[in-house]
């Protein structure tokens, strides 16, 4: 059966800038998502910049990352950033408390963090330790990382061979501080920010963008006090994290490769659950900061499984299906549709680990679905959001239902606008017709990500199951484009 959606938006309406930090990714010290991910052994027969394997740098580079947050998650509340630098051979090895106990050699530290960042042509963005560390520490990190002039910090970069600052922007100060950051108030948490943040410092070339850890959720409560509680000007950034559980139950969160239509459904709905969220959390700051100075940055999102079978639980090790694709198009289509408040994300996390874009095992990788969505969606970054009217069926299932289309527009420097269309629904294509009010254009190509299964997946013995296909579906007549969308696909469409 084929059911009708209708989308409408009007050129003169782009305003806001859909900022390209949307688009970024999270790495944590975790599993193999550094070790083995990014950084793997001396003797590996794989191409590498130092122990930097390139195989997988190379892949990423090609989706455009505009920002890569480090060293984590919870590991940054127990790391101390002196640990990893100087001779490697001299670093102290620590436990990793948060994932599975393992020691950490700290062969993969600050200088190593900011190589993989120019390899990958990204900014960093750096994750402070407030839990466990000191103001003392957080400090000198700063002036490590960002200070030209004459100091102990300065001197200590360029006996690492490191002459010039690296003028890191992008900062927070602690991560989830109402669980394993600290277990703290929103109240105490706002005190030691305003603290931490006075004592990090901006040096020139590098006006610091602190971001304040945010609630988990929809804690709004959490929200209202940082917005309440901190000053405005000492917070470029409130975090937010929200993780999509296909149960909807942390205990059992469900397989992600073998998955019923009622599971998928309910996967589908806690995904939509981040529009609630943010339009919710947005509303609470838009109380102390109506001018949206402030960014909502939600730097941990995507889909979080039971783990592989046999793997270490603790390595959150997990595949990726053309559902997963499906929960990166949709979120990435709320995140663009609130580009006037959330300003960065960060999908968890990059490489191995939750919600990947690459699968490494020993030399070999693979990309997931959820990689060709980043690479569909590439085109929004920095461009000028275009506010859609939408009107879409609902997608059933028993006695619920969810919006069964959701998408995104927005026009790029050049002129060309790029609609970004997803399809929830398991069973039916649905014809959609947009209107371009106002403006005729001469032509239209496509881009789609479908496959036969919503529980298709990239494997290492078929590598390229669920991969971006040219599409020519999509017409146009004057400034009304028709296109339809087959069951559980992501569209995207250039029209000049
Ligand atoms: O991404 C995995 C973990 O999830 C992060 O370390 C933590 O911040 C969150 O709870």
């Known amino acids: 059966a084929q059911e009708q959606a209708t989308i409408s ?44 394997r390139m195989d997988v740098v190379n892949a990423l580079k090609k989706i455009d990352i505009p920002n890569l947050r480090w060293p984590g998650g919870c590991f940054a509340d127990e790391y101390h950033w002196m640990d990893g630098i100087g001779d490697p051979a ?28 120019k390899l990958l042509n990204t900014e ?42 690296y003028d890191v922007r992008f900062f927070a100060i602690g991560n989830e501080s109402w669980g394993c950051g600290g277990n703290m108030t929103p109240e105490y948490y706002s005190d030691l920010f305003r603290q931490y943040a006075t ?10 963008r602190r971001i304040a850890s945010g609630a988990n959720a929809d804690d709004y409560h959490w929200t209202d006090v940082c917005m309440r ?18 149960t909807g139950n942390w205990g059992k969160k469900g397989s992600a490769t073998n998955f019923t239509e009622a599971e998928y459904f309910n996967t589908m709905k806690n995904c939509l659950k981040m529009e609630e969220l943010v339009t919710k959390h947005a509303a609470v700051m838009d109380k102390y900061d109506p001018q949206k100075k402030v960014a909502l940055v939600v730097d941990e999102w995507g889909v979080w499984t039971d783990p592989i079978p046999g793997t270490n639980p603790s390595f959150l090790r997990q595949q990726n299906s053309m559902r997963d694709a499906l929960i990166a198009a949709t979120t990435l289509n709320i995140f663009n549709n609130h580009a006037d408040r959330v300003r960065m994300a960060n999908l968890a996390q ?33 461009a000028k959001l275009l506010p859609l009217k939408i009107s879409v069926p609902e997608y059933k299932n028993g006695d619920e239902s969810i919006p069964a289309v959701n998408a995104s527009a927005s026009v790029d420097s050049l002129g060309r606008v790029h609609i970004t269309l997803v399809n929830l629904d398991a069973n039916n294509d649905i014809t959609v017709s947009a209107d371009l009010e106002g403006e005729n254009h001469s032509s239209i190509s496509g881009q789609i990500l479908d496959s036969k299964n919503l529980t298709d997946v990239n494997s290492f013995s078929n590598k390229n199951l669920v991969i971006t296909k040219k599409f020519d579906g999509a017409k146009m007549k004057q400034h009304t484009v028709t296109v339809t969308l087959p069951k559980h696909s992501v569209v995207c469409l250039e029209i000049k």
């Open 350 to 382: 990059t490489v191995n680990v939750l919600q990947s874009l690459v699968l490494t095992k020993g030399d070999d990788m693979l990309l997931t679905p959820t990689y060709y969505v980043f690479n569909m969606y590439k085109v929004h970054q920095d």
């Open 124 to 165: 960093p963005y750096v994750s402070g330790n407030l839990g466990s560390g000191t103001v003392k520490e957080m400090s000198n990190w700063v002036e490590y990382m960002n200070f030209d002039g004459v100091s102990p910090m300065t001197k200590l970069r360029k006996e690492d061979g490191r002459d010039k600052p």
């Open 229 to 246: 509680d901190i000053p405005l000007n000492l917070m470029w950034g409130l975090s937010l994290h929200y993780y999509t559980i296909p």
């Open 199 to 208: 004592f990090t410092k901006s040096y020139k070339g590098a006006p610091l």
């Open 9 to 52: 938006t009007n050129l003169q309406d782009a305003k806001t800038t859909i900022n390209r930090n949307i688009y970024g990714m999270f790495s944590e010290h975790l599993g193999n998502g550094i070790y083995g991910g990014f950084w793997v052994d001396k003797n590996a027969k794989v191409p590498k910049v130092g122990r930097i």
């Open 90 to 117: 001299k670093r102290p090895k620590m436990v990793n408390t948060n994932w599975g106990g393992v020691t950490e050699d700290n062969s993969f530290g600050t200088n190593e963090f900011m190589e993989l960042c």
